[in-house]
């Protein structure tokens, strides 16, 4: 069954550092996504892309951030000069049509900033 | 104010006694109501979407049903591997995201 591929598994990075979460989504899909979870708190989405642009962003994905497809496979999440609260898990997701069919997420990258 | 309410918060079943799980929404123009499994440290796992109320939908022991206002997860005879928080999300109308529930974390015990 097609995957969506996160890596790396787990990220420990300073505060104020930049950090890159790559995602593979599955390959005919159209429409790719980025959320977080912190610890015991509910699934919380950052930002919808589709056709090589931003569709939505929540108020959490600010200057701070970026999505890029920098090639026919590959979807990134940059994080510049983190904070102690970005630590949590981000969920890369895909989806074949858009928002009404069920997306497919990523096993996620824990991200620690000590 | 949340969009998406789960209850409880936590459940604890002997192995084969079934439940239900609740998510209620307080929206209108519900465009879909998702259902995702997930296992600690892990993604989100896809179960069923539902469209509109009445709608009934089945996997193995789990079957989730819609109404206009709520759903439910029925569990039947669960066993120790249904362990996991089961998520709850809606999609509201056109480009916006899913919204997720806090989710209830089920225990099953041998």
């Known amino acids: 069954e097609p995957e969506v591929t996160q890596t790396p598994s787990h990220q420990v990075t300073q505060m104020g550092q930049e950090v890159i979460l790559r995602c593979v989504p599955i390959?005919?899909?159209?429409?790719f996504y980025w959320y977080r979870q912190i610890l015991g708190q509910k699934v919380e989405f950052l930002v919808s892309?589709?056709?090589?642009?931003?569709?939505?962003k929540s108020e959490i994905f600010d200057d701070q951030f970026s999505v890029e497809r920098p090639d026919g496979s590959n979807f990134t999440l940059k994080i510049r000069s983190t904070k102690l609260e970005d630590s949590a898990m981000y969920f890369c997701?895909?989806?074949?049509?858009?928002?009404?069919?069920?997306?497919?997420f990523g096993s996620g990258t824990r991200l620690t900033v000590v | 104010e949340d969009q998406v309410t789960q209850s409880p918060e936590a459940l604890r079943l002997q192995e084969g006694e079934s439940s239900s799980l609740n998510c209620s929404y307080t929206?209108?123009?519900?465009?879909?109501l998702f259902w995702y499994r997930q296992d600690p440290g892990k993604g989100p796992e896809f179960l069923f979407t539902?469209?509109?109320a009445g709608e009934e939908k089945e996997k193995e022991r789990l079957k989730a049903t819609l109404t206009k206002k709520e759903s439910f997860l029925h569990i039947t005879a669960p066993k120790p591997e249904d362990s996991a928080t089961y998520l709850c999300?809606?999609?509201?109308?056109?480009?916006?995201?899913?919204?997720f529930g806090k989710g209830t974390r089920l225990s099953v015990i041998a």
């Open positions: 539902l469209y509109s």
């Open positions: 999300a809606v999609h509201l109308s056109g480009n916006t995201p899913l919204v």
């Open positions: 997701a895909s989806s074949p049509e858009g928002q009404g069919y069920g997306y497919t």
């Open positions: 929206v209108s123009g519900l465009r879909g």
């Open positions: 892309f589709y056709n090589n642009e931003i569709s939505e």
């Open positions: 390959s005919n899909h159209l429409y």
